[in-house]
Structure formats: C-alpha cells, structure tokens
C-alpha cells in the first residue's frame, strides 16, 4: 500500500507526489488565459493546477528529482551562484503566499506552512481515481479543494524575467 504522505518515484521516472489539495484546476479545459510554446514550437493554452502539499508530505524525493533535473540543465557550479544571489526560483513555493491574491489579500490561513507546486501542460492530462481506473471524461470530481496526488516529471528551464 502506498504511503500517500510521501512522494515516491516511478520506473518511468517521473514522481507521484504526496497527497496534496488541488488548487486552480484547469484540467477538463485549458486556461484560456495562459499561453505556453509546445515541444513543436506552436504557442498554445495550457492545462494546470496547483497542488498545496501539507506541512506532513515527505517531499524528499521530489526534491531529490527536481535537483537533479536543475543540476543537469544548468550545472551546479551556475546554481550555486544563482541561490547566492537570488537569480534561482524553485518550484516549491511557500502556499500561503501564493494564496494571497488580488481577490483574496489576506490569503487561506490554514495554508501557512504547506508547500504549494505549480503544474502546466500543453497536452491533456488524464485523471485516474483512487483505484487507477480513469475518470474519461467526467471532470466533475475534480474541483479545488479537492485531495488528490499528481504525478510529474521534473523540468529545469530558464525563466522568463531571467531567472532561472
């Protein structure tokens, strides 16, 4: 049985997170509002969500994967500047922040402490219930608020505004 408070890494390699609280879905339909280039080049809407993981979640070895990752795109000689200096965004981020938005300026209170990741794709994802059998296309179970996992694949990129 697998520990839904730890992430654990597949043979394929990619990494099923810890169960977290889906946020922001957009996953019956792409967010019209953001735009991504594709591995062809071709500029499209993306599916995402955002998964806030408890202050509980063994993230270990997502980071483990995520490091990696950010290791082989860059090196880590270029990253051990970039903390230094502020120039390195990670993925992790601090969910209570992030829930603090334009319409909601005080933020989710019960969020302090959780790690929120942010996740986008041009391709559709596929959702599966608790018993692995897919949902096909009835996204009505899938809302924010809702618990669930997400399974991922680790991605170092340079950002836009020059980070990295």
Not at 32 to 47: F, L
Request: include cysteine; glycine fraction near 10%; proline fraction near 5%.
């Amino acid at each position: 049985m697998a520990n839904l408070n730890a992430c654990e890494k597949l043979v394929s390699g990619n990494v099923r997170t810890a169960k977290g609280r889906l946020v922001w879905p957009y996953l019956d339909k792409p967010d019209a509002g953001r735009k991504k280039k594709g591995k062809d080049g071709v500029e499209r809407t993306v599916y995402k969500v955002s998964i806030f993981l408890p202050p509980t979640a063994d993230l270990t070895v997502l980071k483990e994967v995520a490091n990696a990752a950010a290791v082989d795109e860059f090196s880590l000689e270029k990253l051990q500047v970039w903390v230094k200096t502020d120039k390195f965004h990670t993925p992790f981020l601090d969910a209570y922040k992030v829930s603090q938005t334009e319409r909601n300026p005080d933020g989710w209170e019960w969020a302090k402490g959780w790690t929120c990741i942010r996740l986008e794709t041009n391709d559709k994802p596929g959702v599966v219930e608790a018993n692995g059998v897919s949902i096909g296309d009835d996204y009505s179970g899938v809302y924010g608020g809702r618990w669930g996992r997400v399974t991922v694949s680790a991605k170092a990129y340079p950002a836009i505004d020059g980070g990295k």
